[in-house]
């Protein structure tokens, strides 16, 4: 609504870089409302699938971007650009939403993860279902770090670059921690198909 009645003198926010969003947001709603347009549908799903449900999903989002406009006349970038900026302070009311609740952590994740561990078999229809249950009960088990790698990676689609800037570490750390995750999840899920396959065994005998 706020686009019907722009002035001729009014920039067209949907050409500008997100840097130059910021530094017009500090003064003009509007601007801000083109950032929020921009990120608002990440963030929301960032928090949800930390959250798994609907409403303190909604209730995040709404924090985080009250929060990033209330702080954006203080914000300059310094080599953290302004999403990056927007996931850490997700990042941080999550991990006060997880403490004042002390919820276990749900991370369900996209079919491109599973698709990538399942069975070759002729079967493999009946058996993605018991596959991405073992995949999901196996990123719970993961370190907080390593699961919001994935989520980023896979949800959020972000490059290896772009998430190093929201966990604080370079791009070859995070491709060296994804790398580690993979096979720490692939070695978990073969472990546990060794145990069911041995149980199955001694329940048979």
Do not use: C
Request: net charge negative; no cysteine.
């Amino acid at each position: 609504m706020r686009f019907l009645n722009r002035t001729p003198n009014e920039p067209n926010y949907k050409d500008l870089s997100d840097s130059e969003l910021v530094e017009l947001a500090k003064e003009d709603k509007d601007a801000f409302g083109e950032l929020y347009d921009r990120y608002v549908g990440k963030i929301y799903n960032y928090l949800f699938y930390r959250t798994g449900n609907q409403h303190d999903a909604e209730d995040l989002t709404s924090r985080v971007f009250f929060r990033a406009m209330s702080h954006i006349e203080t914000y300059t970038e310094r080599g953290v650009p302004f999403q990056a900026w927007l996931y850490r302070i997700a990042h941080n009311l999550m991990a006060n939403w997880h403490r004042d609740r002390g919820r276990r952590k749900v991370v369900p994740l996209d079919e491109f993860i599973a698709s990538g561990l399942r069975s070759e078999s002729p079967d493999k229809h009946r058996e993605d279902q018991e596959e991405r249950e073992s995949l999901l009960r196996a990123i719970r088990r993961l370190p907080e770090e390593r699961q919001q790698l994935l989520l980023l990676k896979f949800v959020d689609n972000l490059s290896n670059a772009e998430i190093g800037l929201i966990m604080d570490r370079t791009e070859g750390a995070i491709k060296s921690l994804y790398h580690r995750t993979l096979i720490a999840l692939r070695d978990d899920i073969l472990m546990q198909q060794t145990l069911r396959n041995e149980g199955d065994h001694l329940n048979k005998g």
